[in-house]
C-alpha cells in the first residue's frame, strides 16, 4: 500500500509571511493533486501535476512535483487568513489508477 | 449549477441502528466515490461506481457497510448495525469519465456520530 506523509501537521503563521508544506512517499506516483478543505465542506481541487520536475503556480501559490515523483511542496506567499484550511495532497497510484490521500497539514493564518 | 449533494449533513445515532446516507451527484457525472474522513486515518476511498456499477468495493471496511447506485442521480452507503467507530465524516464525490481520471467534486459531507 502506497502511503503519503504530509508535513507539518500543524501551522499556525502570521498574515503576509511565507510557508512551505510537504507531501512525501516512497513510491512513485503517475500524478499528483493538492486539494484544500474548508471547515464543514469538501476538498476541492487546487491543481494537477503530472511531469516529474514541474511548477505550477496559483496566485501566491507555488505547487512543485518532484523529480521522481515522489514527493511534492505547496509554497504559499504573503498568506492570508483566506489561506486557512486543511491542505490535502493526493497521488494517483501509476498501478491501479486509485487516488490515495494524505491525512492534510491544517493551516491557521493569523490576521 | 449544484454540486453534489448529499444528506443528512448530520447524523447522530445510537449504537446498533441502521444508517443511510444519501449522495446525489453532479448531473452528467457518471463516476461516483464515497470517502469517509477521520483525524486518525484520513480520506479513505470505501467504493466507487462508474455508470451505476460498483467497479472497487476494498475499501468497505466490512459486511457492515453496503452501498447502491440505483439510478445515475441516486447513490446510498448504508451501515447497518452502527458502532461507534463509524463515527466519521463521510463524503460522496462525482466526476465525468472512468475513474480517476478526471477532476473529483466533493460534497459537503455528512457528519455521523454513534453513540
Known amino acids: 500500500t502506497q502511503l503519503l506523509e504530509q508535513s507539518p501537521q500543524f501551522l499556525s503563521i502570521q498574515e503576509g509571511e511565507n510557508l512551505t508544506v510537504y507531501c512525501n512517499s516512497s513510491?512513485?506516483?503517475?500524478?499528483l493533486q493538492w486539494y484544500r478543505q474548508e471547515p464543514g465542506e469538501g476538498p476541492v481541487l487546487l491543481v494537477t501535476?503530472?511531469?516529474?520536475?514541474e511548477v505550477k503556480k496559483l496566485k501566491r501559490l507555488t505547487f512543485q512535483f518532484g523529480d521522481a515523483r515522489k514527493d511534492s511542496s505547496l509554497h504559499i506567499t504573503a498568506a492570508q487568513p483566506g489561506d486557512t484550511g486543511l491542505y490535502l495532497c493526493?497521488?494517483?497510484?501509476?498501478?491501479?489508477?486509485?487516488?490515495?490521500f494524505g491525512k492534510g497539514t491544517r493551516l491557521h493564518i493569523l490576521p | 449549477d449544484a454540486g453534489v449533494i448529499q444528506s443528512p449533513r448530520h447524523e447522530v445515532t445510537e449504537m446498533g441502528q441502521e444508517v443511510t446516507l444519501r449522495c446525489k451527484p453532479i448531473?452528467?457525472?457518471?463516476?461516483l466515490f464515497w470517502y469517509r474522513q477521520t483525524m486518525m486515518r484520513g480520506l479513505e476511498l470505501l467504493i466507487y461506481?462508474?455508470?451505476?456499477?460498483?467497479?472497487?468495493d476494498s475499501g468497505m471496511p466490512e459486511d457492515r457497510f453496503s452501498a447502491k447506485m440505483p439510478n445515475a442521480s441516486f447513490s446510498t452507503l448504508k451501515i447497518q448495525p452502527s458502532e461507534p467507530r463509524d463515527s466519521a465524516v463521510y463524503f460522496c464525490?462525482?466526476?465525468?469519465?472512468?475513474?480517476?481520471?478526471?477532476?473529483?467534486?466533493f460534497g459537503p459531507g455528512t457528519r455521523l456520530t454513534v453513540t
Open positions: 513510491s512513485v506516483f503517475s500524478s
Open positions: 448531473s452528467g457525472h457518471n463516476s
Open positions: 464525490a462525482s466526476s465525468l469519465g472512468t475513474a480517476f481520471s478526471y477532476e473529483q467534486y
Open positions: 493526493a497521488g494517483k497510484d501509476p498501478r491501479d489508477d486509485k487516488i490515495i
Open positions: 501535476v503530472v511531469t516529474g520536475g
Open positions: 461506481f462508474n455508470n451505476n456499477v460498483p467497479i472497487d
